[in-house]
């Protein structure tokens, strides 16, 4: 593989999250925006947003048919394997971004009972790109190609200019965040409570402690992705906000979970989620709502079990001693939700990078249950479609060896024949079935910019 060249053009100020995909990647056949501007959860907020172009651009895109796209991967990002322009090694130097998609489980001891109608796997190489530091108030053109690749920096010049644009619209409702939500459902109440019921079969069978037990909302389509999006930004702000675009295919999330985050220095963090309320507007009243989440036994009980299941998953590619659980439970509250989070941790051995972390916790815990083999295999047998890109993983793999993906929650996947939002909820021996079904119907509804 040819040696690449960094071009970086340095900005004193942050750009405009939407100036920025509007002027340059609005128009290319496929784009991405991890949108880091619209929570104040992370220590530092960056925003990355780009395509591939040129004469080494590339997108993988991948079936559980096709093979083995983890080690494909791991093996495209060792022969790349650069530190990078030192003034982008703390923020997004290149790599890939995208996303896999929950049915490669069967590459990771589950199996894939359905087919998806979206890629099981999707991954742009990332090769013209802007980087917005947001809180140190900085932007960084990027090129990344051959090194007599005269047309990449040519595309710099014309960013440059392009990018200070500025843009503040605001989009109206999409027609879809209107509808009922359960008139839409895949599976409907009665069949949604009944599969809750063989959930609580199987767990007083013994042959599961935690079901995340998930449902689908199939809606029209959207005539344009994007306007989608800025809705949904607008209305559900998170950490893990992206929109993603490859043709005909887009992908507008507001998750706030991270699923998997690796550094320089080979630390791993999953932050699950488990336990979800409702915001209120009186203010008196959220409190009490956000204090009842944090107290209530059950949730608490979720909460624990995926944590175990997670230090487990990072204890088989971390040094021994090193998992640890920093921050156990703690709420996060967002536009739309409470939420219940904790924080575990672990130190990579020798020789493990970030593709064989994401490998050996994928898909992420949250959305199974556990234990997490069986648990798929009860699920594959309640659930009457693939969960596709819901439920996978999203975000970028470095050439520098880091990474950091969130779980695919609060997101909807937009084609030209439907939009899909995917929804569900851990069933526990003492769940009430009918308070499961609402948090599931709430989860959707967040995802359309509703709070129910």
């Known amino acids: 593989m040819p040696a690449l060249t960094w071009s ?24 991405f925006w991890l949108d880091g ?5 992370s220590p530092r907020r960056i925003s990355v947003l780009g395509t591939s172009a040129g004469p080494d651009a590339e997108v993988i895109v991948r079936d559980v048919a096709d093979g083995d796209v983890f080690a494909e991967l791991q093996a495209r ?4 394997l650069t530190d990078g322009p030192a003034e982008l090694s703390q923020v997004f130097n290149g790599g890939y971004v995208g996303y896999f998609g929950y049915e490669l489980k069967s590459l990771t001891g589950g199996v894939a009972a359905y087919e998806a109608q979206t890629p099981d796997a999707l991954w742009i190489w990332a090769n013209r790109f802007v980087v917005i530091d947001h809180d140190r108030d900085r ?15 040519a595309w710099l010049d014309q960013a440059s200019s392009a990018a200070a644009s500025w843009w503040m619209g605001w989009v109206d409702p999409p027609a879809i965040s209107l509808l009922d939500v359960e008139q839409h459902l895949e599976q409907d109440r009665a069949t949604y409570l009944a599969g809750i019921d ?12 935690e079901v995340c ?13 994007l306007d989608f999006y800025l809705w949904q930004r607008a209305t559900n702000p998170a950490p893990y ?6 043709g005909e295919l887009a992908i507008a999330s507001s998750s706030p979970e991270r699923f998997l985050a690796v550094d320089g220095d080979g630390w791993a963090e999953c932050r699950p989620i488990k336990g979800t309320a409702p915001r209120s507007d009186d203010p008196a009243y959220d409190k009490l709502v956000a204090k009842a989440l944090a107290e209530d036994e059950k949730t608490r009980a979720e909460n624990l079990m995926i944590v175990d299941l997670i230090r487990n998953d990072l204890g088989r590619v971390s040094e021994p001693g090193t998992v ?30 970030a593709v064989a972390a994401v490998r050996a916790c994928f898909p992420p815990g949250s959305m199974t249950g556990a234990p997490k083999i069986r648990t798929m295999e009860i699920l594959d047998g309640l659930e009457s479609s693939a969960r596709g890109v819901y439920s996978g993983a999203l975000g970028y793999l470095t050439v520098d060896g880091r990474a950091d993906l969130s779980v695919v929650i609060r997101t909807a996947v937009l084609t030209p024949h439907e939009t899909v939002i995917g929804a569900g909820g851990a069933i526990v021996l003492d769940s009430d079935p009918a308070d499961e079904y609402d948090e599931m119907v709430l989860k959707a509804a967040a995802t359309l910019g509703r709070s129910g």
């Open 324 to 353: 640890q659980v920093p921050q156990l439970m703690v709420v996060e509250s967002y536009q739309t939700v409470h939420q219940l989070v904790t924080t575990v941790r672990g130190k990579l051995r020798d020789g493990v990078d």
């Open 241 to 246: 906000s992206a929109f993603l675009r490859y």
């Open 139 to 153: 932007s960084y053109l990027v090129a990344v190609h051959a090194p007599d690749d005269a047309a990449a920096v």
């Open 213 to 225: 037990l998930t449902n689908r909302v199939r809606l029209p389509p959207v005539p344009e992705p």
């Open 198 to 209: 063989a959930c609580m079969a199987a767990l007083e069978a013994g042959e599961t402690y």
């Open 77 to 80: 990002l060792a022969d790349r």
């Open 8 to 31: 970086v053009r340095s900005v004193d100020h942050a750009f405009g999250g939407e100036s920025v995909y509007r002027e340059l990647f609005a128009a290319e056949p496929v784009a």
């Open 37 to 41: 501007s619209l929570t104040d959860r």
